[in-house]
Nanobody, 127 residues
Framework: VQLQASGGGLVQAGGSLRLSCVAS?????????MGWFRQAPGKDREFVAA????????VYADPVKGRFTISRDNAKNMMYLQMTSLKYEDTAVYYC????????????????????WGQGTQVTVSS
């Protein structure tokens, strides 16, 4: 299974970007969990958002609540991260991730719960 993230780039503070992630090698089911993480220079990888599948829950890290939206299109094996009102501190490499099960709520932020990872896409927000 391979995940391919795209859509990153350079944007001014206050702007928007939409990240995409396509999966190949496996068709993800409605119960699979999909998520986004990010890693800024000199910092650990951190959770951004997760989608627990159809009828499931979307969860966001506090710094991005109200500004980022995670979504998915199971028919296309795609997931998205719509980012608005971007801030300088959102600058990071963004990684998409997926798990072949519905991860429990309390474990969504744990990167070790995810089975598959994309290569990352750079998002740079200028202040």
């Amino acid at each position: 299974v391979q995940l391919q993230a795209s859509g990153g780039g350079l944007v001014q503070a206050g702007g928007s970007l939409r990240l995409s992630c396509v999966a190949s090698g496996r068709t993800f089911s409605r119960s699979d969990t999909m998520g986004w993480f990010r890693q800024a220079p000199g910092k650990d990888r951190e959770f951004v958002a997760a989608h627990r599948g159809s009828g499931g829950t979307t969860v966001y890290a506090d710094p991005v609540k109200g500004r980022f939206t995670i979504s998915r299109d199971n028919a296309k094996n795609m997931m998205y991260l719509q980012m608005t009102s971007l801030k300088y501190e959102d600058t990071a490499v963004y990684y998409c991730a997926a798990a072949s099960r519905r991860i429990i709520l309390s474990a969504l932020r744990d990167s070790l719960q995810y089975d598959y990872w994309g290569q990352g896409t750079q998002v740079t927000v200028s202040s």
